[in-house]
């Protein structure tokens, strides 16, 4: 009998080499101009499903990018893992601060990954972590180990919202009707100490525009005369916070449910060293709302930062203008009960409010999502531990990111099911950023720990419904 962990083993090389193929395609969902790349990349994975050992595969059109749908059902008293994934990353800029082409992966070696970690845009979000669940798959199949039902449902628009996801969801119910939804785009909090991720923030994204003059003007004769769009904007940016970074916008924090002693405590037990963070980040100091530890504030807290900001000259030299426009992108992270669409209008009103008149101001919302909490009394996440604990010897410890991902709301309210968190990469991977990179050792030991989830979680289901 081939246990999971010699497959792995066995099957090593071809799993980093596939896993290259699929990193090598430039699927950036923001650019319109990789639309032929996205359309290539669906592909790919449909075609890898196909050879995993999926009955059923396609890849459904949507008003946007495709989703590609995947199931192998054994038998319908079985319960029904769906699996999740995406298969667009973000854009690689700025290129000029990666150590390698981010579209060439190579695997290097780093005092966090000895093994070796693969380099490349998409190598931990998310198409390595969306392998992993592939090959594991591959591995049950092959070896007549799959205990239950799986569906897998791929979509190439996480990184710019998932708007054509809702109107998929919405109108395949049947489809997708699942008793626990799997998602690996998490991570977790060393290679030593495995977590699992119960919470996620929401999020608001808008992107604001200031106008001042019909035209740029010559900011020797208009300067000081002039409302100057660049200068105000920053001012307005500025009031968001106060002097303790709490933020300004009247409301913000009405349905913020403060955590008791109790929860502060235990999300403590965490490990984490203040010193290796700012070392990490090679900062002196930490910043944020005062009151609240750093584990705190990027995860319990809402939050909100200028993403980009941008107007008047920025090419070389010097030109003397005073630009018409000026714009920034913002988004905040919200918390449990805070209302995504109720935050966005509470922004625009007090963004609109706090202008001067010498300016006109306009708000557009992008995106947004609720946040989220899985309750560790779940059987999804009781498998999810027991499967860590085989692999890594250790207990998982429950623990909530900072990130969004707003689908997974729209998941529980469309399919009344929730979802279990098992992320494999490390906060280090930089993803979203030059030099993204996923461990070896993350990478194998994802697929050799998600075939423990199944077996766990069919054992579990079966035993709460005796």
């Known amino acids: 009998m081939t246990t999971i962990k010699s497959y792995v083993q066995e099957n090593k090389e071809r799993f980093i080499n596939e896993l290259f193929d699929l990193l090598k395609i430039p699927s950036i969902s923001a650019d319109p101009a990789y639309k032929n790349d996205i359309l290539k990349t669906a592909e790919a994975i449909k075609i890898s499903l196909e050879k995993a050992g999926c009955l059923k595969v396609e890849i459904c059109k949507t008003p946007g990018n495709p989703i590609v749908y995947g199931d192998h059902i054994i038998d319908k008293n079985l319960p029904t893992v769906l699996v999740y994934g995406h298969y667009d990353v973000q854009p690689a800029d700025p290129i000029e601060l990666w150590d390698s082409p981010p579209f060439e992966p190579i695997i290097k070696k780093t005092e966090t990954h000895p093994e070796g970690a693969i380099f490349a845009r998409g190598a931990c979000d998310d198409k390595g972590q969306l392998y992993m669940h592939v090959k594991a798959f591959e591995f049950m199949i092959q070896n007549k180990e799959l205990p239950c039902n799986v569906k897998f449902m791929i979509e190439g628009e996480e990184e710019v919202g998932s708007s054509s996801l809702d109107w998929f969801v919405k109108r395949n119910q049947e489809k997708l009707s699942n008793d626990v939804i799997l998602i690996s785009d998490t991570g977790m909090i060393s290679n030593d100490q495995p977590s699992i991720t119960t919470g996620l923030r929401g999020l608001s994204y808008v992107e604001v525009e200031v106008t001042g003059p019909n035209r740029d003007l010559h900011s020797g004769l208009y300067g000081g005369a002039v409302a100057n769009p660049i200068n105000i904007l920053t001012k307005m940016i500025a009031s968001l916070h106060d002097e303790n970074n709490h933020i300004t916008i009247p409301g913000f924090y009405n349905k913020v449910i403060e955590s008791t002693d109790e929860e502060r405590k235990e999300m403590a037990k965490a490990p984490f060293s203040l010193d290796n963070y700012k070392k990490a980040l090679d900062i002196e100091d930490v910043y944020g709302e005062k009151g609240y530890t750093t584990n705190e504030r990027n995860s319990m807290r809402p939050a909100l930062d200028v993403n980009g900001i941008w107007g008047g000259y920025i090419g070389e030299g010097a030109k003397t203008v005073i630009a018409s426009k000026a714009y920034a992108k913002i988004s905040m992270r919200l918390v449990p009960d805070q ?50 604990t085989e692999t890594f010897g250790v207990e998982a410890i429950p623990q909530r990111s900072g990130g969004s991902i707003p689908i997974v709301a729209l998941f529980e309210k469309e399919l009344k099911s929730k979802t279990i968190l098992m992320g494999f990469g490390l906060d280090s991977d930089a993803i979203h950023s030059p030099n993204e990179h996923f461990g070896i050792f993350n990478y194998l030991k994802g697929i050799e720990t998600i075939p423990l989830f199944y077996k766990y979680y069919v054992e579990l289901f079966k035993n709460q419904n005796v």
């Open 339 to 388: 209302d995504p669409d109720e935050i966005t209008d509470m922004f625009t009103k007090h963004f609109e409010s706090i202008a001067p008149k010498s300016v006109k101001v306009k708000v557009t919302p992008h995106h947004g999502g609720h946040a989220y909490v899985t309750p560790i009394d779940n059987i999804g996440y009781k498998a999810a531990n027991k499967a860590y």
